[in-house]
């Protein structure tokens, strides 16, 4: 390289650095603001420090068994999830038809969308989507195979046990044979949502008690300060 051209040279260098930073300071959230962010939308949610990203092969399965990877599902868009199954008797309803009215009272819904995924998959897969669209047309059931939910419930730490409607308390329940059961069976799961960016990163948790009064302005804005 000629000595005329490494000033050149130089000089684009140091003005790209120069506008990445401006680029970063100007678009990216300080500090202060995320802090003063997390007040703002607490105690109806809880931000994260840090996000988790869910970028890796975490793959659902829709109810005509079609593999899905999350990443691609919650990519550009921001994704609230839920776990739950379809016979569940009281809490599933009740936290779906909650998200519902959350959504009819935001002021961008329609930048939220929203994950009903089954940990239940013997049972629900051929009725996930059915199921989710009684409580809003838009809601998306899916499921996964056991070893990719427990993968993917794992990576996000949801609880999630299947027990029978009279098993005993200190029973094993590992060791059931769940074929066995006849369909008596109830499973204890985690009962928060799960707020994703539009980076696919996991950014914060919605615990009960869950209120779409409060929860609808603390989402929307969320959405309008993380972009």
Known sequence: MSQTKKPAFALLVALGVIVALLAYFLLAPS????????????????????????????????????????????KDRWTMLYFGY???????????????????????????????ISVDPKR????????????????????????????????????????????????????????KMGGAYLVNHTASYLLLNSKAELIGLLTNPHRPEKMAPALDLIIKTLK
């Open 31 to 74: 500090q202060p603001d995320f802090n003063a962010l997390k007040k703002q939308v607490s105690p109806s949610v809880s931000l994260y420090p840090g996000p988790k990203s869910l970028a890796g092969e975490y793959l659902l399965l829709d109810d005509q068994r079609n593999t899905l990877k999350l990443s691609n599902l919650v």
């Open 86 to 116: 379809a016979s569940c008797p009281d809490v599933c309803p009740v936290d779906l038809a909650m998200l519902n009215q959350t959504l009819a009272l935001m002021q961008q819904p329609e930048k939220l969308q929203v994950l009903f």
């Open 124 to 179: 629900d897969i051929g009725n996930l989507s059915s199921f989710a669209k009684r409580f809003n047309k838009d809601f998306i059931g899916l499921s996964a195979t056991p070893e990719n939910l427990q993968k993917i419930t794992e990576k996000l730490g949801i609880y999630r046990e299947v027990s029978t409607i009279q098993a005993k308390a200190n029973q094993d329940h590992s060791k059931m044979d769940h074929s």
